[in-house]
């Protein structure tokens, strides 16, 4: 068993003093290699040699059938003779014939339309059975390359390589992949249109009737054969499409040249002309070499790119792109695998796509989307119970949080539902929350799964604390059991004591939607908002907010409205650090992008004097003070970097 990773074989071994004397393990890995790639050819090849010897079998013997029926047509009948000998002797009387040259045999001539069809029927018969010799001599040469011979394993090892290399060297599997496919499929080709021949010798109307469908199965495959030249991942690949792909494309490709190399001609020769009349004209010696303008050379450059464009599409189809095929092989994992680690693994890709045009591919595909959902549901509701295993915590939460990576940052919030319950949600016009309620609920689970901690959580990152809060957003939003305002107390404490000095317009536009929803909620219970089509309003604005297409325009504004917030006291009002972060980090975010530091400045006078008040009304020896006096003095030192220097040109440094 060859080990899955380096670290299972032990230390890496030292550069080998020449070539192969490493203990033997790459000639190990060479030799498995090696008798996997040829054991996958020879097991290929030989199936497809069966499946011709079978087929060319029952084929001869229905083409010697209709040989039987259209041969002896090819000569008189004797019986012809006979007949027409009897008849006269049974009328009794001299009849026309008097010699052998009277008989119908000797005036005899073959029905039109025989001659091509035994022709035919006969070249078609030939080529079934070279095809099924050939095939019969090909499972000889496979023996053969197989065929393993004395002198040990180093021998054995260059001798099946010089065999390698010679089969490679004589085309043995193209020869058996495509000529003897080709020759029986020429042969089956040939035997339709001689039947269609011979039919047309019987009843012109039952030759329509068959060969319609015949011509219209031949159009199909040669149809097929086409995209097949066309597409190189094309599976449809046959003998006849091999021969499109070498033959097809470079007619195409000489035409195409032909007509930029005649469409460049008659330019040069009209800019010609058009001077030369000019010269005229103007009593100008006529130009002895044809000149071409900017115009007609940047005319011509133009077209060529574009023909070249054109040639790549029609010629020939490009293949899909590596990072096509990631977003490919993630779907394939997501949509059917129910191996635990494979969805973990692939849950933990997703979060690492941040192209907004991959991000909708992803969203785009049902199949895709529906079973991430589920899973992600299934995770937060409890975990999950698949046929090859079960989540743990962690794994569960990663599911989950992946799902509301996608919905925020490339989709829509109404993704968190099925389809058919977002058009029941469309159709609803009630305003209270029980038409709301599948909504909110899986709002509500998916938002407390990306908020959870567990032994192994990332929410030391700096890249998942944007997710994490917008996951205590929608938790709180959606009526959380818990009371809504800890939830948001909790996030913003978290947040301002981990990501000092690496603040985002994302993050501080999320911040500041929480201190605002606090002050919105601040005289219910548990600062809950009550009204569901308030609900409904934030939570759609969270991919706005979280994925960047509002950040910098929102953020001054928001972060603005926030700190006015700390003017007045009130139920529920985070501590003044809060406050001091969402202005340090909104005004070099807003000096960074050039705008929005006037809403900011507009409501320091307030910060400050609430921080003032809190100073006057605590003990002048407490741990408050001191710390109330650190936030006054951060204020004031940021407003003094503000005014005096930008304050992106040191902290870009």
């Not at 021949?197 to 015949?214: A, E, F, G, K, N």
């Amino acid at each position: 068993m060859i080990p899955s990773t380096l670290e299972e074989e032990g230390p890496l071994p030292s550069i080998p003093r020449s070539f192969g004397e490493d203990g033997g393990k790459f000639y190990k890995y060479y030799d498995d290699l090696s008798d996997e790639l040829d054991e996958d050819m020879v097991k290929s090849l030989k199936a497809q040699l069966d499946g011709i010897l079978i087929f060319a079998g029952l084929f001869a013997g229905v083409n010697s059938t209709f040989l039987a029926l259209t041969l002896p047509q090819m000569k008189p009948d004797p019986a012809d003779d006979t007949n027409a000998l009897l008849l006269q002797m049974a009328q009794g009387r001299n009849g026309t014939i008097q010699s052998l040259a009277d008989l119908p045999s000797a005036s005899f001539s073959p029905p039109p339309g025989i001659y091509p069809a035994n022709v035919l029927l006969s070249m078609s018969l030939t080529l079934a059975l070279l095809s099924s010799f050939l095939a019969v001599l090909g499972q000889q040469w496979l023996v053969q390359y197989r065929k393993r011979s004395g002198g040990g394993a180093e021998h054995q090892r260059w001798e099946q390589l010089r065999r390698y290399l010679g089969a490679k060297r004589w085309r043995l599997e193209p020869i058996l992949d495509d000529v003897l496919p080709g020759l029986l499929q020429l042969a089956m080709i040939i035997f339709c249109i001689s039947f269609s021949v011979y039919l047309s010798t019987l009843s012109r109307s039952m030759c329509i009737v068959i060969t319609t469908p015949i011509g219209f199965v031949v159009a199909i495959l040669f149809v097929i054969a086409a995209l097949a030249a066309w597409d190189q991942w094309c599976p449809f690949k046959s003998p006849l499409s091999h021969a499109m792909h070498f033959t097809l494309i470079p007619f195409i490709q000489i035409l195409g040249r032909a007509l930029l190399f005649c469409y460049s001609a008659s330019a040069r020769g009209k800019e010609w002309v058009n001077q030369r009349l000019n010269g005229i004209l103007r009593d100008r010696n006529p130009p002895t070499l044809p000149t071409q303008s900017p115009t007609t050379v940047e005319k011509q450059h133009r077209l060529e790119r574009e023909a070249g464009m054109l040639y790549e599409t029609l010629v020939c189809r490009p293949p899909e792109s590596v990072d096509q095929l990631k977003l490919i092989a993630l779907k394939r994992v997501i949509a059917v695998s129910e191996d635990p680690r494979a969805l973990t693994y692939a849950a933990l890709n997703i979060r690492s796509i941040y192209k907004k045009e991959d991000i909708r591919i992803l969203i785009n595909d049902v199949e895709f989307l529906d079973r991430l959902r589920r899973l992600s549901l299934r995770a937060s509701d409890g975990g999950i119970r698949l046929a090859e295993g079960i989540f743990g915590s962690e794994q569960a939460r990663v599911i989950g949080t992946s799902f509301l990576y996608l919905v925020l940052s490339g989709g829509s919030i109404l993704d968190l539902l099925l389809d058919t319950e977002q058009g029941d949600l469309a159709t609803s016009v009630s305003s209270d929350d029980t038409a709301f309620l599948d909504f909110f609920e899986s709002a509500q689970l998916v938002g407390s799964m990306a908020l959870s901690e567990t032994e192994h959580s990332c929410a030391a990152c700096c890249s998942c604390v944007e997710l994490k809060l917008c996951g205590g957003l929608m938790a709180g939003v959606s009526g959380w059991a818990l009371s809504t305002r800890d939830i948001y107390l909790k996030c913003l404490a978290h947040a301002v004591q981990k990501y000092k000095g690496r603040g985002s317009p994302q993050l501080l536009c999320i911040l500041s939607t929480l201190v605002n929803l606090l002050k919105e909620g601040s005289n219910t219970r548990h600062g809950r908002i009550q009204s569901a089509s308030r609900k409904m309003e934030i939570l759609c604005s969270l991919p706005d907010i979280y994925s960047a297409t509002k950040q910098v325009s929102q953020m001054g504004q928001l972060v603005g409205t926030a700190i006015a917030t700390s003017a007045s006291v009130w139920s529920g009002r985070p501590g003044h650090d809060a406050y001091v972060y969402l202005f340090k980090e909104g005004c070099f975010l807003a000096d960074l992008y050039g705008r929005g530091l006037e809403a900011i400045l507009e409501n320091v006078g307030s910060l400050l004097i609430s921080i003032e008040e809190s100073m006057l009304n605590v003990n002048a020896t407490s741990s408050e003070e001191k710390r109330q006096l650190r936030n006054r003095c951060q204020v004031i030192q940021t407003l003094v970097e503000v005014l005096s220097e930008p304050l992106s040109t040191s902290r870009k440094l």
